[in-house]
């Protein structure tokens, strides 16, 4: 199994970046892929998911109404579309895979393969 991060930089408070999950060496559609992130000195957290055997997508309070996630099953793909970005949302983001959810669950130790991650910086 490998996931690469990709998309990750520098961007002014209130702007966009969109970060892309590539994933190979397992079954695409048979994992949930979750987008976690970790600041530093801070614990990591766990903002979205989808795909596999998860019946919708769903997102944390932190970022729910500025992030999208999304997916493409051709490419073996996920995209987190992150708008309106903030200071706060300075951090290294990781995509990861699961194939034991029915259900987003945005916990860490659910998650079975990580990619290296992609570090995103917000400036104010």
């Known amino acids: 199994v490998q996931l690469v991060e990709s998309g990750g930089g520098w961007v002014q408070a209130g702007g966009s970046l969109r970060l892309t999950c590539t994933a190979s060496?397992?079954?695409?559609?048979?994992?949930?892929i979750g987008w976690f992130r970790q600041a530093p000195g801070k614990r990591r957290e766990g903002i979205s998911c989808?795909?596999?055997?998860?019946?919708?997508?769903d997102y944390s309070d932190s970022v729910k109404g500025r992030f999208t996630i999304s997916s493409d099953s051709t490419k073996n793909t996920v995209y987190l579309q992150m708008n309106n970005l903030t200071p706060e949302d300075t951090a290294v983001y990781y995509c990861a895979a699961t194939p034991w959810l029915s259900v987003c669950v945005m916990e860490g130790t659910l998650y079975d393969d990580w990619g290296q991650g992609t570090q995103v910086t917000v400036s104010s």
């Open positions: 060496g397992f079954t695409f559609k048979e994992y949930a």
């Open positions: 989808i795909g596999g055997r998860l019946t919708r997508p």
